[in-house]
């Protein structure tokens, strides 16, 4: 089993519409975890940390389910300017400097 | 601006040649990563380094080596060793630790290709 799943998409989807990607991970002592957006052929950028409480950044909202070990990011009124690849980073277990990326999930906004 | 620096952008590297990717932060991190992108897999670690003169193997090292002489700079060379080295290189790096939750943050990568 991988440290970190994501579903590969890809997820396309019309402009203004709500989108969900799910992601699970195996360690269940992993204790941080994050949102990354990716562009192609760019670097990733930190989109958001994810709190057990569950957070929200605008129109951006990513849960953590520990018990279910799997983390989520809701999309809501989806732009053209969200299409990217997201990827699911958990932290190894025991290191909190070392990070296991998933293989991201992508998404085109269509107009 | 802060940040962070690879050069160069795109890089060719012969048959049994040794080539080396830049990386240079001014954050003042004293955490940094190099990673190897594949297309459609996940980033991969080559290599850490917490401290200036300390550095630790990642999951796939073989082939690699780097330094760490300066808390700014921590090169990756890319050995003739390395039997498959094409691949998008990606170098990031994080503020010392407050615990959990510390982030990353990467630099705009390297494109190494094989001629």
């Known amino acids: 089993r991988k440290e970190v799943e994501q579903d590969p998409g890809p997820f396309n989807v019309p402009e203004g519409a709500t989108v969900a990607f799910n992601c699970t991970y195996s360690n269940s002592a992993s204790q941080s975890f994050f949102w990354y957006r990716q562009d192609c052929r760019k670097e990733p950028k930190l989109l958001m940390s994810v709190y057990s409480s569950g957070n929200e950044d605008g129109r951006f909202t990513a849960q953590l389910n520990r018990a279910s070990q799997y983390i989520s990011l809701l999309i809501r009124d989806s732009k053209l300017s969200d299409s990217a690849t997201y990827l699911c980073?958990?932290?190894?277990?025991?290191?909190?400097?070392?990070?296991?990326f998933g293989s991201g999930t992508q998404l085109t906004v269509l107009p | 601006d802060g940040g962070i620096t690879q050069s160069p952008k795109y890089l060719f590297r012969k048959e049994g040649q040794n080539v080396t990717l830049s990386c240079e932060q001014n954050?003042?991190?004293?955490?940094m990563y190099w990673y190897r992108q594949d297309p459609g897999q996940g980033l991969r670690l080559i290599y850490y380094s917490q401290i200036v003169n300390d550095f630790q193997k990642g999951d796939i090292a073989e082939g690699y080596s780097v330094s760490r002489e300066k808390k700014e700079s921590f090169p990756l060379t890319v050995t003739s060793a390395q039997k498959n080295p094409t691949a998008f290189y990606l170098c990031a790096s994080s503020p010392r630790g407050r615990g959990y939750q510390e982030t990353q943050y990467f630099g705009p990568g390297t494109r190494l290709l094989v001629l």
């Open positions: 980073v958990v932290n190894r277990a025991g290191s909190a400097r070392q990070l296991t």
């Open positions: 954050l003042n991190h004293d955490a």
